[in-house]
Nanobody, 125 residues
Framework: QVQLVESGGGLVQAGGSLRLACAAS????????MGWFRQAPGKEREFVAA????????DYADSVKGRFTISRDNVKNTVYLQMNSLKPEDTAVYYC??????????????????WGKGTLVTVSS
């Protein structure tokens, strides 16, 4: 059974940094494109970042460009989200997801193959 387990969330002051990790129990991890999404209280889930299976292609939401970096380790079956210069508006539950179609990941539609349960990030002002 495939599982995606996020970790690394927590409380941080504005301007601080956090690194999220998503460990995947997928035997063919490098064939899956991975994405990070977030959902703030009272808002819809939104796309944050995507990375291709090889790690060579990445995409970001405009709101996080220059501040967040997505990466992956295909030996450890883990995808990361390094978040710097955090703002209160980054407060949300962050989810990782996996799909074999990169356009699906990048579009952030609900039809992803697998989702994690999320990790809460709270940025205080």
């Amino acid at each position: 059974q495939v599982q995606l387990v996020e970790s690394g969330g927590g409380l941080v002051q504005a301007g601080g940094s956090l690194r999220l990790a998503c460990a995947a129990s997928i035997r063919t991890f490098n064939t899956y494109h991975m994405g990070w999404f977030r959902q703030a209280p009272g808002k819809e889930r939104e796309f944050v970042a995507a990375i291709s299976g090889s790690g060579r292609i990445t995409d970001y939401a405009d709101s996080v460009k220059g501040r967040f970096t997505i990466s992956r380790d295909n030996v450890k079956n883990t995808v990361y989200l390094q978040m710097n210069s955090l703002k209160p508006e980054d407060t949300a539950v962050y989810y990782c997801a996996a799909d074999r179609d990169y356009s699906t990941v990048k579009s952030g539609t609900g039809g992803m193959d697998y989702w994690g349960k999320g990790t809460l990030v709270t940025v205080s002002s």
